[in-house]
C-alpha cells in the first residue's frame, strides 16, 4: 500500500522540476517585445470576430438545410385484394404493380400532414403477407433538425391521416382500401424512439443481404449467418430472412446454434412478428451465447416472422442456424384454453418452456369439487422484462389470477393464488411485442379450513413443511416462518428474534444479522485465539515463539529482514527466508529482503473501473479477465478455467476428463458428488494468448495464503442460473462468502477435504451450478483478485445449507508451479 504512492511521488518530482525550468524561458522572452504583442492581441481579435461572423451567417442561411434522414416501417392491410404467389416474389411484375399503388396511396396519405408532406422521399414496398394481403414498406423523410419529435409524433397517428385520405379519395373504384395501419414513430404510451433502429441506419454496413425461406408442410427451411459453420460471419453486415408459411400456419423458428458477441450494441439478431423491422412488432433481440442444450424456440402469431442481423467491425463470432418449419394454427402446441378438472393438474403457457407467441389470450377454468377451493402454484414464471422497467403495473405481458396481474419474471414458486370458490380462473395475455419462455402451474382441490393440511401457512399463502418454522431459514420468502419464534436449545436466540441453527455460532460470519451468533466466541481477557481455536495469553504473541503450536501467534510481527522461523503458515521467499506478514504477495509493499512477494504480480486485475451462477448479474466486459470459457467441439460451452500465463489454463479435472463418450454439456443433475478428491486440472495452450483489456490473468495465491471463513468473493460463469436450468448467455458474476470448514463438513455430510474450500450463502439462492464448473472462485485482496478455489461440484444449486464446494488453490500451489513454472 505505501510502496506505490511512493512511486507517485518520485513521477510528481520530476515534473515539479521541469515546469520552473520552461517558466523561465518564457518569462525571459516575454520581457523583450512589447510592440509585437499588441498587434499580435489585435490581429487574433480580427480573426475572432471574423469567425464569430461567419458561423452566424451560417447559422442563419444554411443550418435550417441540415436534415437527418429518418426511416419508418409500417404494414397496412388492404382489404379489396387477394393474395396471389406470385407477391412473395418481389422481382414479378404482379408485385410490382401492386407495390407502386401502395406507394402512391403512401404519398397522399403523407400528403395529408403538413409535417409529413415537406419532408416526405418516398417509400419502398419491402414484402406482401396473405390477410387479405398486408403489405409491409419503409418510408423514408429528410427532416430538419430538431423536427423530428412532431415527425415522429405524425407518424404514430397515421391511422387518422388514413381515413382522412380515404374520405378524399374520388376514384374509388380502383383505390386499395387500407385497414390496419401500424407504423413506427412516437406513441404516446411508449417513452422510447421506437422509429427505426438507429443501429440499422448506421452508414458503415458495407454489405446487405436479403434472404426468403417459405416453410411448407413437407419442407423444413433452414437459416444461418453467413460462413457458418465453417467461418464467423462477415463484418459490417446487415442480413434480412424472410419467413413465411402457408396461411392458417405459424412459423416456428428454432435456434440449434446462436454464438454471437456478448454485447448487443455490436452484434445481433433480432426476429419480428411482422416482415417489416418494426420495433412494435419485435418479438426478442438476442445476442451472445447461448447454450445448444437450452432450448431456443419461437413462433409467430401469423404466418409471417422476420429474421435480422447487424454486424459491426469489431470481433466476428460463429453465428447462428435455426430451422424454419410451420405449425397449423389451433394445433395441440398452440391451444391453450381449457376447462381443468379434478383433484390436481397441471397447465401451461403456449409452446413452454420454450418462447410463447405474440398476441396471444389464454383462459384456463378450473373447477374442483363444491366444498373445496383451487390453489394455484407457478413452478416456474418467466414472462418477458421489456417495456416493465419504468412501471410497476402489468401493462404488457400477464397472467391474472383472482383479479391480480402478475408479471415479469418471478422466482420458483412464489406465485400462488387460492380462490374464494371451488371455481377459478386464469389469463394469459402476450402483448405485440417482446416474448418470454412463459409459466408452468399447478392447481389443487385444497379445504378452505385447512388450506395447508400437516403444514404451515405463510402470509403469502405458501404452505411450507411445519418443521421449517423457526429453523432459521426464510422459506417463506418474507419471514413470516421466523417470526414470533421460540428458539430451541439447538438453536441460537438472536437478539433480534431470529433462530438461527447452533453451528453456526462463531463462524465469522453473521448470520443473525445483529452480530449475536458472533458474540463470545474469542478467548479471555488477556488471550489470543489461535487458528486452531486454541487461546494463548496474549503476551505469547510475537515473542518468537510457537505458542499456538500452529505458528498462529507468530504471524504478523513485521520481523521482516532478518526472517523468522518457517512454519505452515509464514510465507516463504524466494531465498527461502520466511515472514510472518500475512498474505504478503503483490500487495504493493516489498516485504521479502530478496523483493519476491512483489516479482510476478501483473495479475488479478480488470483493465476497467468497476465496482449467472445462480442470483447472479451479468458482469461487465472485461471485469473478469482471466474468466475463460471451455468449449468442446459441436457442443459449445461445457466448463469454465482461468488464465494464470499466457501459456496455461487452471480448470476442474472433471471437465477435462475423458469418460469414453464425446463430453456433452453437462446436464442439470440435482447431486454431483466429488469425482476425484483432486479436482484441478492445468491446460497449455498451442500457443501464447496476448494479454489485452480482456485477456489477462488472476493471480495465483502462495500456498500459505489466507482465505479466512467470511471473506467476501466473486464467482463467475456461463453456467445454469437456476439449479435444473439454463446456461447463462453473458457471464454472470455473484457475491459469496467463504465459509468455515468444520461447519460446511457438517453441512456436506462429512464429504470436505482440507482440498476443497466451501463457498456460499447459506440461506440458499446464490451459487454457481452446471457449466460453471472450472471456472475461478475469486477473492479480492487489495486491488487485485486470487484465485481461491475452482468450481467443483456441490448438492443441487443455491439449496439453502448447501454451499458450493471449490478446489482449495493453495493446496496445489506447488504442483502448478513445478508443471508451468509459473
Ligand atoms: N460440477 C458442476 C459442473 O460441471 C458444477 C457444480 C457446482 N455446483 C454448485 N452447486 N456450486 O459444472
Not at 414484402?127 to 418510408?139: K, M, P, Q, T
Not at 451472445?288 to 432450448?295: E, L, T
Not at 402454484?377 to 414472462?383: A, I, P, S
Request: with cysteine.
Amino acid at each position: 500500500m505505501s510502496s506505490p504512492s511512493c512511486e507517485m511521488d518520485k513521477d510528481w518530482d520530476t515534473s515539479v522540476q521541469f515546469l520552473p525550468a520552461s517558466d523561465n524561458k518564457k518569462l525571459e522572452k516575454k520581457k523583450g517585445p512589447g510592440k509585437v504583442g499588441a498587434v499580435i492581441g489585435v490581429v487574433i481579435f480580427l480573426a475572432v470576430i471574423a469567425l464569430m461572423t461567419g458561423l452566424l451567417v451560417w447559422h442563419f442561411h444554411f443550418r435550417k438545410d441540415v436534415r437527418v434522414k429518418r426511416m419508418y416501417s409500417g404494414s397496412i392491410r388492404i382489404i379489396n385484394q387477394v393474395f396471389e404467389d406470385a407477391y412473395e416474389n418481389s422481382s414479378s411484375s404482379e408485385f410490382k404493380a401492386l407495390a407502386n399503388q401502395v406507394t402512391s396511396q403512401l404519398k397522399v396519405i403523407y400528403s395529408k400532414s403538413p409535417q409529413l408532406a415537406k419532408y416526405y422521399v418516398g417509400s419502398t414496398v419491402q414484402a406482401f403477407s396473405e390477410g387479405s394481403v398486408i403489405a409491409y414498406y419503409l418510408s423514408e423523410f429528410r427532416v430538419p433538425v430538431g423536427q423530428e419529435a412532431a415527425v415522429d409524433n405524425a407518424m404514430s397517428s397515421m391511422d387518422k391521416l388514413v381515413d382522412k385520405a380515404r374520405r378524399s379519395f374520388h376514384t374509388p373504384g380502383n383505390a386499395l382500401v387500407f385497414e390496419d395501419v401500424m407504423s413506427s414513430g412516437r406513441a404516446k404510451t411508449q417513452t422510447t424512439d421506437i422509429s427505426l433502429d438507429t443501429r440499422l441506419l448506421s452508414t458503415s454496413f458495407s454489405d446487405s443481404f436479403k434472404f426468403s425461406e417459405h416453410a411448407r408442410t413437407d419442407h423444413i427451411g433452414q437459416i444461418q449467418s453467413p460462413g457458418f459453420p465453417d467461418s464467423p460471419y462477415p463484418s459490417n453486415t446487415f442480413l434480412q430472412w424472410e419467413l413465411r408459411a402457408d396461411p392458417n400456419h405459424v412459423i416456428k423458428l428454432e435456434f440449434d446454434t446462436m454464438n454471437l458477441e456478448a454485447n448487443c450494441k455490436n452484434d445481433f439478431v433480432k426476429i419480428y412478428d411482422s416482415l417489416v423491422a418494426i420495433e412494435r412488432r419485435i418479438m426478442e433481440e438476442l445476442c451472445g451465447y447461448y447454450s445448444p442444450s437450452s432450448p431456443l424456440t419461437f413462433m409467430s402469431s401469423g404466418n409471417v416472422m422476420l429474421v435480422t442481423m447487424a454486424t459491426n467491425d469489431k470481433k466476428n463470432y460463429p453465428g447462428f442456424r435455426a430451422k424454419v418449419s410451420q405449425v397449423p394454427r389451433g394445433s395441440k402446441a398452440l391451444t391453450c384454453n381449457g376447462h381443468l378438472t379434478g383433484e390436481r393438474g397441471t397447465f401451461s403457457s403456449p409452446n413452454f418452456p420454450n418462447y410463447y407467441p405474440p398476441q396471444t389470450r389464454c383462459e384456463w377454468s378450473i373447477t374442483v369439487d363444491p366444498g373445496k377451493v383451487v390453489k394455484v402454484t407457478f413452478r416456474k414464471f418467466l414472462l418477458s422484462k421489456s417495456g416493465l422497467e419504468n412501471s410497476k403495473d402489468c401493462w404488457k405481458d400477464y397472467v391474472e389470477v383472482n383479479g391480480k396481474k402478475v408479471c415479469g419474471e418471478q422466482p420458483d414458486r412464489t406465485v400462488t393464488e387460492t380462490s374464494k370458490t371451488n371455481t377459478m380462473s386464469v389469463v394469459f395475455f402476450s402483448d405485440a411485442s417482446y416474448v418470454g419462455r412463459g409459466f408452468d402451474a399447478e392447481f389443487e382441490a385444497i379445504d378452505s379450513n385447512d388450506p395447508c393440511p400437516d403444514q404451515f401457512q405463510c402470509r403469502n399463502q405458501r404452505c411450507i413443511k411445519k418443521e421449517l418454522q423457526c429453523d432459521g431459514w426464510n422459506d417463506c420468502g418474507e419471514m413470516s416462518d421466523e417470526l414470533n419464534c421460540k428458539c430451541s436449545s439447538k438453536d441460537i436466540s438472536c437478539k433480534n428474534g431470529l433462530c438461527k441453527p447452533m453451528f453456526w455460532k462463531c463462524d465469522g460470519v453473521d448470520d443473525c444479522g445483529d452480530g449475536t451468533d458472533e458474540e463470545n466466541c474469542g478467548c479471555q481477557a488477556g488471550q489470543m485465539k489461535c487458528k486452531n481455536n486454541k487461546c494463548v495469553s496474549e503476551k505469547n504473541q510475537c515473542d518468537g515463539r510457537d505458542d499456538c503450536g500452529d505458528g498462529s501467534d507468530e504471524l504478523n510481527c513485521g520481523r521482516v529482514a532478518s526472517g523468522v522461523t518457517c512454519t505452515d503458515l509464514t510465507y516463504r521467499c524466494k531465498n527461502n527466508k520466511c515472514i510472518s506478514k500475512v498474505n504478503p504477495e503483490c500487495d504493493g509493499t516489498r516485504d521479502c529482503e530478496d523483493g519476491s512477494d512483489e516479482e510476478n504480480c501483473d495479475c488479478g486485475r480488470s483493465m476497467f473501473k468497476t465496482s449467472r451462477i445462480v442470483g447472479g448479474q451479468d458482469a461487465d466486459e472485461g471485469e473478469f479477465p482471466w474468466q475463460v470459457s471451455l468449449h468442446v467441439k459441436n457442443s459449445g460451452h461445457v466448463c469454465g478455467a482461468s488464465i494464470i500465463s499466457p501459456r496455461w489454463l487452471v480448470t476442474a479435472a472433471h471437465c477435462v476428463q475423458d469418460d469414453g463418450r464425446t463430453r456433452s454439456y453437462p446436464t442439470p443433475t440435482t447431486t454431483n458428488t466429488p469425482t476425484t478428491m483432486n479436482d484441478i486440472a492445468l491446460m497449455e495452450l498451442d500457443g501464447p494468448v496476448t494479454y489485452s483489456d480482456h485477456i489477462r490473468p488472476v493471480c495465483l495465491p502462495a500456498a500459505q495464503h489466507d482465505f479466512p471463513a467470511g471473506n467476501t468473493v466473486w464467482i463467475t460463469g456461463w453456467g445454469a442460473t437456476r439449479e435444473g436450468g439454463f446456461a447463462a448467455p453473458v457471464l454472470q458474476k455473484a457475491q459469496v462468502r467463504i465459509i468455515n470448514d468444520s461447519v460446511c463438513n457438517n453441512l456436506m455430510g462429512g464429504q470436505i477435504t482440507s482440498r476443497m474450500l466451501c463457498a456460499g450463502v447459506l440461506s440458499g439462492g446464490i451459487d454457481a451450478c452446471q457449466g460453471d464448473s472450472g471456472g475461478p472462485l475469486s477473492n479480492p485482496s487489495g486491488n487485485r483478485m486470487f484465485l481461491a478455489g475452482v468450481v467443483s461440484w456441490g448438492d443441487g444449486c443455491a439449496r439453502r445449507n448447501k454451499p458450493g464446494i471449490y478446489t482449495r488453490v493453495t493446496k496445489f500451489r506447488g504442483w502448478i508451479n513445478e508443471k508451468t513454472g509459473v
